[in-house]
């Protein structure tokens, strides 16, 4: 049933109820019908004031109004009035503000009413201007597509219930949903892949909108396969898939089912690392929309230093919606996963410090390496097809209890792909993580396990969950080779290792023990490191938790330079002030 025309305004959320000023515009409005432009430019006038005629300024809210009811034409003396009193009947009402985050001095939303009805006119906003499989509201009848939407981050505590999901189609969506943010000043997430586990990161509840980029998946390579571009929403697995039998890849997830965004923004750690560096120093351009809309393209000639701050400075700067990627050569591959008993970890941990040293000389070896209470798992990886090279040897006699991945040479989409495979459909849980880095050492590693060992085993006593313990090998020539191509990272040149241990469980009643577990764990290399004299100052984004400050682990001088950055690519701090939470420069002490 069409709604009347006051009936419409107040869907819209744009006038309050008791609006008498412009309560009785029903007869005015339909018998508008003078000098208005086209709906096409109606349509592109997204937001701001829009010029009708030669002198001729009205609100960007009247101009939804006339689309949403239809009107293609109306005279601008009566456009003006209208604009002016829809302007003076929401001024006059706290819940009806479009006065957004355009001047500083607005606070942010500071009621859980106020954050909730921002969200809400962003929500209308979206589902009148966005293309109509664009937007999922909660109230959507189709509560089923809603939950689906919900369940997609890797951690349950990130399965937070926004107000509405806006899922873009196209850089111009993405570009609009950022302008009606900007607007209304409501709180917003972005969503590449979801496997972070910080809530929030990726994820919001009620009081804001979540910006799923699941739908921007493009992936393009070029005629002579040097470069890929590659839409945030992707996982890993189908980039790999896209270049299988060109005889290239990429440096990317190392595991499937990681979105690119994420992973990229935070740098990333890819096998074969030692060859060429981290990922994110080989994105040769982004194509990025900033906290007002504006599209920009960041790359080594324009916009160098916006390129510079998205290898590693996270969500700070805006919303990515396309990736460049340089390609690499490599093609068959050797690798081979094993699953060992617990009681095989102490060999481990002293062949895993062997083997660092031997990758000091062979750039060509990758090993990920992670044990947990119930076994360990051990994966080979070497970027030429050799059979079980003798950098691995030091595991070679020591017993495994099966074959997590069968030995095989194949490329590297097939060895993603075995890994989907055994990997199958993960179950929910919650999830916590967190990241140490240090330089290598057995003793560390021996204590450290120790520690870990209590910590874990005290965990599991007092609720049912399951820790790792990680030791990420990261060589000397993979730090050079990064450095070399330039990211506001400030890593140390040197071999040196990213401890990460991650813990699961089930249940809200034990989300601060299992923080406390994880503080633990990571605390304990931390302290041990220190005393050693071992500790590196730098945290790896992608890892570290939610009351951690990675981007400071940076230094003072990279931390200065990115904040310079962000204030002139986000003048009104949309990243800062509105997105739910992150890894943020504002979080940094000054």
Same mark, same amino acid.
């Given at each position: 049933?069409?709604?009347?025309?006051?009936?419409?305004?107040?869907?819209?959320?744009?006038?309050?109820?008791?609006?008498?000023?412009?309560?009785?515009?029903?007869?005015?409005?339909?018998?508008?019908?003078?000098?208005?432009?086209?709906?096409?430019?109606?349509?592109?006038?997204?937001?701001?004031?829009?010029?009708?005629?030669?002198?001729?300024?009205?609100?960007?809210?009247?101009?939804?109004?006339?689309?949403?009811?239809?009107?293609?034409?109306?005279?601008?003396?009566?456009?003006?009035?209208?604009?002016?009193?829809?302007?003076?009947?929401?001024?006059?009402?706290?819940?009806?503000?479009?006065?957004?985050?355009?001047?500083?001095?607005?606070?942010?939303?500071?009621?859980? *009413?106020?954050?909730?009805?921002?969200?809400? @006119?962003?929500?209308?906003?979206?589902?009148?201007?966005?293309?109509?499989?664009?937007?999922?509201?909660?109230?959507?009848?189709?509560?089923?597509?809603? *939950?689906?939407?919900?369940?997609?981050?890797?951690?349950?505590?990130?399965?937070?219930?926004?107000?509405?999901?806006?899922?873009?189609?196209? %850089?111009?969506?993405?570009?609009?949903?950022?302008?009606?943010?900007?607007?209304?000043?409501?709180?917003?997430?972005?969503?590449?892949?979801?496997?972070?586990?910080?809530?929030?990161?990726?994820?919001?509840?009620?009081?804001?909108?979540?910006?799923d980029m699941s739908r921007l998946n493009q992936v393009v390579i070029a005629p002579d396969s040097s470069e890929i571009s590659v839409g945030p929403g992707n996982r890993w697995v189908r980039v790999y898939e896209r270049l299988e039998g060109?005889?290239?890849?990429?440096?990317?997830?190392? %595991?499937? *089912?990681?979105?690119?965004?994420?992973?990229?923004?935070?740098?990333?750690?890819?096998?074969?690392?030692?060859?060429?560096?981290?990922?994110?120093?080989?994105?040769?351009?982004?194509?990025?929309?900033?906290?007002?809309?504006?599209?920009?393209?960041?790359?080594?000639?324009?916009?160098?230093?916006?390129?510079?701050?998205?290898?590693?400075?996270?969500?700070?700067?805006?919303?990515?919606?396309?990736?460049?990627?340089?390609?690499?050569?490599?093609?068959?591959?050797?690798?081979?996963?094993?699953?060992?008993?617990?009681?095989?970890? @102490?060999?481990?941990?002293?062949?895993?410090?062997?083997?660092?040293?031997?990758?000091?000389?062979?750039?060509?070896?990758?090993?990920?390496?992670?044990?947990?209470?119930?076994?360990?798992?051990?994966?080979?990886?070497?970027?030429?097809?050799?059979?079980?090279?003798?950098?691995?040897?030091?595991?070679?006699?020591?017993?495994?209890? @099966?074959?997590?991945?069968?030995?095989?040479?194949?490329?590297?989409?097939?060895?993603?792909?075995?890994?989907?495979?055994?990997?199958?459909?993960?179950?929910?849980?919650?999830?916590?993580?967190?990241?140490?880095?240090?330089?290598? *050492?057995?003793?560390?590693?021996?204590?450290?396990?120790?520690?870990?060992?209590?910590?874990? %085993?005290?965990?599991?006593?007092?609720?049912?969950?399951?820790?790792?313990?990680?030791?990420?090998?990261?060589?000397?020539?993979?730090?050079?080779?990064?450095?070399?191509?330039?990211n506001p990272l400030g890593l140390s040149p040197q071999s040196q290792q990213w401890y990460t241990s991650v813990i699961q469980w089930q249940g809200d009643e034990f989300d601060d023990l299992a923080h406390e577990a994880i503080k633990a764990s990571g605390g304990a290399v931390r302290d041990i490191a220190k005393q050693k004299?071992?500790?590196?100052?730098?945290?790896?984004?992608?890892?570290?938790?939610?009351?951690?400050?990675?981007?400071?682990?940076?230094?003072?001088?990279?931390?200065?330079?990115?904040?310079?950055?962000?204030?002139?690519?986000?003048?009104?701090?949309?990243?800062?002030?509105?997105?739910?939470?992150?890894?943020?420069? @504002?979080?940094?002490?000054?």
């Amino acid at each position: 049933m069409r709604l009347d025309v006051k009936s419409r305004l107040l869907f819209l959320g744009l006038l309050p109820t008791w609006a008498g000023k412009v309560a009785g515009l029903d007869q005015n409005v339909l018998e508008i019908h003078e000098s208005l432009d086209s709906e096409r430019k109606i349509s592109s006038l997204l937001l701001g004031n829009a010029s009708l005629s030669s002198g001729c300024n009205v609100s960007l809210e009247l101009l939804h109004l006339l689309r949403e009811l239809g009107i293609q034409t109306v005279d601008c003396n009566t456009a003006v009035h209208l604009s002016n009193a829809v302007y003076q009947a929401c001024s006059e009402h706290g819940s009806c503000d479009f006065s957004g985050i355009g001047d500083k001095t607005q606070a942010p939303a500071s009621s859980e *009413d106020d954050r909730r009805q921002r969200a809400s @006119r962003a929500c209308r906003a979206a589902e009148l201007l966005l293309d109509s499989s664009s937007t999922i509201l909660q109230d959507s009848i189709s509560v089923e597509s809603y *939950d689906s939407a919900v369940k997609v981050n890797w951690s349950k505590d990130c399965w937070h219930r926004p107000l509405c999901i806006l899922k873009p189609v196209s %850089t111009e969506e993405v570009s609009l949903i950022m302008r009606i943010i900007h607007r209304t000043g409501a709180r917003f997430a972005v969503r590449s892949g979801g496997h972070n586990p910080n809530q929030k990161w990726a994820s919001i509840d009620s009081q804001g909108v979540l910006i799923d980029m699941s739908r921007l998946n493009q992936v393009v390579i070029a005629p002579d396969s040097s470069e890929i571009s590659v839409g945030p929403g992707n996982r890993w697995v189908r980039v790999y898939e896209r270049l299988e039998g060109s005889g290239r890849s990429v440096l990317g997830g190392r %595991t499937p *089912d990681v979105g690119v965004g994420g992973l990229l923004l935070g740098c990333g750690i890819p096998n074969f690392s030692s060859e060429y560096g981290l990922a994110c120093d080989y994105v040769l351009q982004y194509e990025v929309v900033l906290g007002n809309g504006t599209v920009v393209v960041a790359d080594q000639e324009m916009n160098a230093d916006l390129w510079w701050a998205l290898k590693g400075g996270g969500a700070n700067f805006g919303v990515v919606t396309q990736f460049v990627l340089e390609t690499v050569p490599i093609d068959h591959i050797w690798y081979e996963a094993r699953i060992y008993a617990p009681s095989e970890n @102490r060999k481990l941990l002293r062949a895993v410090r062997e083997y660092q040293a031997a990758a000091e000389e062979d750039e060509k070896a990758s090993l990920a390496f992670s044990l947990s209470n119930n076994h360990t798992i051990a994966a080979f990886i070497y970027s030429a097809p050799v059979q079980f090279p003798p950098v691995f040897n030091i595991f070679a006699d020591i017993p495994f209890e @099966r074959h997590f991945i069968t030995p095989n040479t194949g490329t590297p989409y097939a060895m993603v792909k075995a890994f989907e495979t055994v990997l199958g459909e993960r179950p929910a849980f919650k999830r916590d993580i967190i990241a140490v880095s240090t330089k290598p *050492d057995l003793g560390l590693y021996q204590e450290s396990y120790e520690r870990w060992l209590e910590t874990s %085993t005290k965990a599991l006593q007092e609720f049912d969950c399951m820790m790792t313990f990680g030791i990420q090998p990261v060589t000397s020539s993979a730090i050079a080779k990064s450095n070399a191509r330039g990211n506001p990272l400030g890593l140390s040149p040197q071999s040196q290792q990213w401890y990460t241990s991650v813990i699961q469980w089930q249940g809200d009643e034990f989300d601060d023990l299992a923080h406390e577990a994880i503080k633990a764990s990571g605390g304990a290399v931390r302290d041990i490191a220190k005393q050693k004299g071992l500790l590196l100052e730098f945290e790896f984004i992608n890892d570290a938790t939610w009351d951690q400050n990675p981007i400071a682990s940076y230094g003072a001088s990279n931390v200065r330079r990115l904040r310079e950055i962000a204030r002139r690519y986000d003048p009104d701090e949309v990243f800062q002030r509105l997105q739910g939470d992150g890894h943020l420069l @504002r979080k940094i002490m000054t």
